[in-house]
């Protein structure tokens, strides 16, 4: 193992700045460079700075709960797998003295481990994103009590708050959650902490839990292999090809394709949509990890598969939202009016496919994939989190009269609530891209970046969707041009407006493409750009009758009050996820989601509120429009049966 390791090491100090899928800010740390020249890269997260706003202030909140939850909580299902201490001063029990997480972190939980990798990510984003040295303080803490456990193990490398007998259950097709999913947020979790904090002991971490894989499944017959990746595995060959372009290891490469699931991926090669009933977070990110092979590799069909399977998961299985799946799984296509539950939009669902989305974007820089992300983050995203207390939505519910439902503190750690802790850690990374000589505005979100490998500094100032312009200030600028290309969304279709300098600005460009600008730009050159929006519907794709309303890229949800609100919520229970599928939202029966209006005569019947921003009034039925993602703790309809005027 020391060999590989130092061997990648020399690969990692010796790499020149090679184009790779990880943005400047990890040139060094990467031995194999990209084969794949994309049309557009990311900036680094340290390139990027929320300036205050809604997002920034979701942010804030996420920085606040992933600092409360104590180091040795995270490690204590580690610890107690391995019996260790953590040498702290006077000894340390595994099971006394520490607060000990419940829900899906609690002993007696397969999944337990998953949440420590997700904070891992998170933290690792967090500290790219502010700078703020507190959070790679407690990313080294928690690296180094793992490095103790995975050395009192002492199994080849192997690390998990469970032992491998559910590993060896997997394999053997015996009846186990998802051993392998968990390991993945550990895996991905220390790749992040080495790329975003520079985190050496990270890297030799998980270099060794990636040599114990190879081991570990190296022997496995073709039958064996076809049976456990029938379980839900996550992202694992992202990771390992993501540990394989970092070290250079062979082995890595091997276990990266190993999790190859033939079963279902072979069929999109095919153009076949089989993804019902499959259950979407299992079947996501298997297409993340070919996109990411593709770009190491620069050749076959890898992103044939993975852009055939996005647009078949967007045109035929996704909510006016940008979110998918009912009860966690996919359903027949083109039949968004049917699934209308409370049980719609599993969060992770969301986070992988705007994983995805990145990696087809990157590689194609078709704003298609732009305009999704932002419906995506803004109507999903966004209102994942409740504002008055950070906590996180597994699901986003499309029940006429539901209402989101969040966890706690300190005793659910669901599967969203791990993702949800990278989701608020990373608003930076799809605003702005770049190609060789362009800068591309996709998202309008306030915000500065910096250029650094051009000299060339923005700033964004916007309130939107608040408001419908934003204003780009040039802070710094080299002598050469700069082309500039601000996404003209598709839903602008009531026009655009520029000025540049206060001069107007024809514009050649239709909604659905960029608007380019190239100049020589200077200190204090200011862009302004109004995208008018307008209300208008987005029927369900099987039956026109039943739709949601939007204004601009934002869905429009009916305010309907908090009546009935006696069920249990997680507040008071934080075991309701185990009956999820069984619980009462206690809808009154007085919420009716039934609208008669004239859709093509829409403003005649919703009229903006006076004074208040994004906010309407079904004028005819007295009922209040907002943002869903402004939506919290009361019930409310997305989508309505519309009845002719």
């Not at 619980?583 to 009229?607: C, F, M, R």
């Amino acid at each position: 193992m020391k060999v590989c390791l130092t061997a990648g090491l020399v690969f990692l100090f010796s790499a020149l700045k090679a184009q790779s899928y990880y943005p400047g800010q990890h040139i060094g740390k990467i031995a194999l460079a990209d084969k794949l020249t994309p049309k557009v890269s990311a900036f680094d997260l340290q390139d990027v700075t929320l300036l205050p706003g809604r997002f920034t202030e979701n942010m804030q909140r996420e920085e606040t709960w992933i600092l409360s939850i104590p180091v040795n909580s995270l490690l204590h299902s580690f610890r107690t797998n391995a019996g260790v201490y953590s040498g702290l001063e006077g000894g340390y029990s595994p099971t006394k003295g520490t607060p000990k997480l419940a829900g899906w972190e609690s002993l007696d939980c397969e999944l337990r481990g998953h949440t420590t990798g997700h904070i891992l990510s998170g933290l690792a984003l967090l500290y790219a994103t502010t700078k703020n040295a507190v959070f790679k303080i407690k990313s080294d803490s928690i690296v180094n009590g793992l490095a103790e456990v995975q050395q009192a193990l002492n199994q080849d490398g192997y690390l998990s708050a469970y032992p491998q007998e559910l590993i060896n259950r997997n394999i053997a097709g015996q009846r186990v959650w998802a051993p392998w999913y968990t390991l993945h947020k550990i895996y991905a979790g220390l790749i992040d902490q080495y790329l975003y904090c520079d985190n050496k002991q990270a890297l030799d971490v998980v270099s060794k839990m990636g040599e114990w894989a190879y081991k570990k499944l190296k022997p496995l017959t073709e039958a064996q292999r076809s049976l456990m990746l029938r379980n839900e595995f996550g992202g694992i060959n992202d990771a390992f090809f993501n540990l394989y372009a970092i070290t250079g290891n062979e082995h890595f490469k091997w276990v990266a394709n190993f999790f190859y699931h033939n079963e279902v991926l072979d069929p999109l090669k095919e153009k076949k949509d089989i993804l019902n009933p499959k259950h979407a977070n299992t079947f996501i990110p298997k297409l993340i990890g070919l996109a990411r092979e593709y770009e190491l590799d620069g050749a076959g069909d890898e992103m044939d598969i993975a852009g055939f399977f996005w647009n078949t998961v967007i045109d035929h299985h996704t909510f006016a939202t940008g979110s998918n799946s009912d009860k966690e799984h996919f359903f027949e296509p083109d039949a968004i009016s049917t699934h209308l539950t409370g049980y719609t939009g599993e969060s992770c669902n969301v986070y992988n496919m705007l994983k995805l989305t990145r990696h087809l974007y990157s590689r194609s820089g078709d704003i298609k994939y732009a305009d999704y992300y932002e419906k995506a983050l803004f109507n999903h995203i966004l209102g994942q989190q409740d504002p008055s207390t950070g906590m996180i939505a597994y699901f986003l519910p499309m029940l006429p009269g539901a209402h989101k439902v969040y966890s706690t503190p300190d005793s659910s750690f669901w599967c969203c609530v791990g993702t949800g802790f990278e989701n608020q850690a990373k608003y930076g990374e799809a605003i702005y891209y770049h190609s060789n000589d362009a800068l591309f505005i996709n998202l309008f979100i306030a915000s500065a970046v910096s250029w650094k490998e051009k000299g060339f500094k923005l700033t964004q100032q916007t309130k939107f969707p608040e408001e419908d312009n934003m204003i780009f200030t040039i802070d710094e600028a080299p002598a050469s041009p700069v082309t500039i290309n601000i996404r003209y969304p598709s839903w602008a279709t009531a026009g655009a407006k520029i000025t540049v300098n206060g001069k107007t600005v024809k514009i050649k460009q239709a909604a659905g493409s960029y608007i380019v600008i190239n100049r020589t730009w200077k200190k204090g050159d200011r862009i302004e750009v109004s995208y008018p929006m307008q209300l208008h519907i987005v029927p369900a794709n099987d039956n026109p009758s039943v739709a949601a309303i939007a204004y601009g890229p934002i869905v429009l949800a009916g305010e309907m009050g908090t009546e009935g609100f006696n069920g249990r919520q997680p507040d008071s229970d934080p075991g309701i996820h185990n009956d999820y599928y069984t619980y009462d939202y206690h809808i009154p029966d007085n919420i009716k989601s039934q609208l008669t209006l004239d859709a093509g005569k829409l403003n005649e019947y919703v009229k903006p509120v006076a004074g208040s921003p994004l906010s309407f009034k079904i004028v005819r039925q007295n009922i209040t429009l907002r943002p869903l993602y402004d939506i919290h703790r009361e019930r409310y309809v997305v989508y309505w049966d519309l009845l002719n005027k």
